[in-house]
């Protein structure tokens, strides 16, 4: 290997990392609210409004915190260190990193979610994520939440995916509609992990999952319902679905080293291939397209096993006029090693084809064939 592969593992975060969503688990609460009836307040205003409902939750969270919370990116940090997490979510980063060195991988992790990028900061495993991509607030000198300066709903999550494969994380960098060649993404979809709960991450898992990646559905090992999962696989939006159970040796820890393992074959084989790649566009590097296609043509003849399929290759090599002595010579070989030309070599035009070929070329084949033209 030239280079160690990146193995990037995205995460959504509420009910894929956390049991709840994380609003849920103390801000709510704190600008007395019944989780239930923020919700639905939340989603009615979206719905009466034509809003996205991701914008309607933080425009919730702004002016129901009036006279109530000091709604600051510290207030959000705090409340996010309440966050539970899933079982052995505190020491899985640390845990999959060392495996993937071990494997020769360099494992990277991305949380992209619809919740808030302010609150999940806040948690204990924040700097265990190369980058975040989730809503937030902009905040003014005084720290004050005034403006969304980003929202992640269910559809434009994919975009982040993208960024990842080709590098470009800045979410205003227009490099991400630059175009790569196959062989410079940085993480090629083959090479990411998706795993999320709910129809909020079906893009995304469809996405990573068309395009050789992997995409794992997680549920509530103590509710132990699959009914989310088991319709995400029959609809192979998912490949895999285990509970979200992040403790050592559980099964998500299993499939993932799975898959690491398995990220370091499919690398040596995909380097084989651009190798293969490379060498081709070096050896064509200055070829007019015409001798591309007359080479294209001569060896189709060459691997020809019909009289009808000759007699059409044939048709279309007569009309180039300027064959190189290589060409020539593979010609006159063919003529002489494959019975489905020499069988016919006397038919109208493979004759008339072949005396062009021959004609002021002097080689013992192209005698041999010339011999075979004019004999009765």
Not at 87 to 111: A, C, L, M, Q
Not at 218 to 224: A, F, G, H, L
Not at 260 to 279: A, G, H, K, P, W
């Amino acid at each position: 290997m030239k280079k160690e592969p990146i193995l990037a593992i995205c995460y959504d975060f509420d009910k894929t990392l956390s049991p709840d969503d994380m609003q849920a688990q103390g801000y709510i609460q704190s600008i007395d609210y019944e989780v239930a009836d923020f919700w639905k307040e939340s989603n009615e205003l979206a719905k009466n409004n034509d809003m996205d409902q991701n914008l309607a939750y933080m425009y919730m969270m702004s002016t129901r915190s009036r006279g109530k919370v000091l709604f600051t990116r510290d207030t959000l940090h705090e409340q996010g260190g309440k966050v539970k997490l899933f079982p052995g979510v505190d020491t899985w980063f640390d845990r999959i990193n060392e495996y993937g060195r071990n494997k020769g991988v360099s494992v990277e992790h991305y949380i992209i979610s619809s919740g808030l990028k302010e609150m999940i900061e806040g948690t204990e495993v924040a700097e265990k994520f190369t980058k975040i991509y989730a809503s937030s607030f902009y905040f003014d000198d005084a720290g004050v939440a005034v403006w969304p300066a980003q929202v992640v709903n269910y559809t434009n999550k994919t975009q982040f995916l993208f960024r990842i494969e080709k590098g470009v994380l800045d979410i205003n960098d227009q490099g991400v509609n630059s175009f790569f060649q196959p062989n410079q993404y940085r993480v090629p979809f083959r090479n990411m992990i998706y795993i999320g709960d709910s129809d909020t991450d079906i893009p995304c898992m469809k996405l990573v999952n068309t395009n050789g990646g992997h995409s794992i559905g997680v549920y509530n090992s103590e509710t132990k319902d699959k009914s989310k999962v088991f319709r995400m696989l029959d609809e192979k939006r998912i490949k895999y679905y285990v509970p979200a159970d992040y403790n050592e040796n559980s099964q998500l820890e299993q499939l993932v080293k799975m898959i690491i393992d398995r990220t370091i074959s499919n690398e040596m084989l995909e380097e084989f291939y651009f190798e293969c790649v490379s060498e081709k566009d070096e050896e064509i590097k200055g070829q007019s397209e015409e001798t591309i296609k007359i080479d294209g043509l001569i060896n189709r003849l060459e691997d020809s096993m019909s009289f009808a399929n000759t007699h059409d290759i044939i048709s279309k090599l007569r009309v180039y006029e300027n064959l190189t002595d290589e060409q020539k010579t593979k010609l006159v070989k063919i003529a002489l090693n494959n019975n489905q030309v020499t069988y016919i070599l006397k038919d109208k035009d493979v004759k008339k084809f072949y005396e062009a070929v021959c004609k002021n070329y002097n080689d013992d084949d192209a005698r041999k064939v010339i011999a075979i033209l004019n004999s009765k």
